[in-house]
């Protein structure tokens, strides 16, 4: 399923799909997590909970970020997908970071939370069906087809790397 198949997209999705590129979902999907195997967890580590900004969230927390909205992502997928009918509520990340122990975790561990929350995520996303992927999705102001829940997760994961790659990097001197 390529990305131009879209009919109906928030405009969100736009900044989500240039992001993937022309992947496809399973192709998506297998890139990030070669992403998240690539990191460089020795540098990460050097970083430590340095932050480019004063109330600028640590690599910690970015990295929980990632798992905890992963996490809400799918679990939206499978309301849709299994046409349970329930909206899915709103969530505040702000509050989710501030709640979080995320800076008490090591870099490694948060990693790989991460890579075991994308490989589940890949088997759910080719577990479902042409049929289950098209479903239409409707929530708050969003309406898309399930399959780009999965490519939100991905670009919302280059959105991340790139702050961590332009921001954070840096702070390794």
Known sequence: ????EINKSPEFLAYVLELNGDNGL???LQISLDQINQLDIVQLDRIGLKTYERDKWTIHKILQHLIDWERIWCFRAIIFARGEGTIPDAHDQEIMGENSNADE???EQLVNELRVTRQSTIMMFES???KILETDCAFFEYEMPLYTIGLTITAHQI????IIK???EPLDK
């Open 128 to 130: 479902f069906n042409k």
């Open 26 to 28: 399973n192709e998506a």
């Open 1 to 4: 399923m390529k990305n131009q």
């Open 159 to 162: 959105h991340h790397f790139n």
């Open 166 to 168: 332009e921001r954070y």
């Open 105 to 107: 975790l090591s870099i």
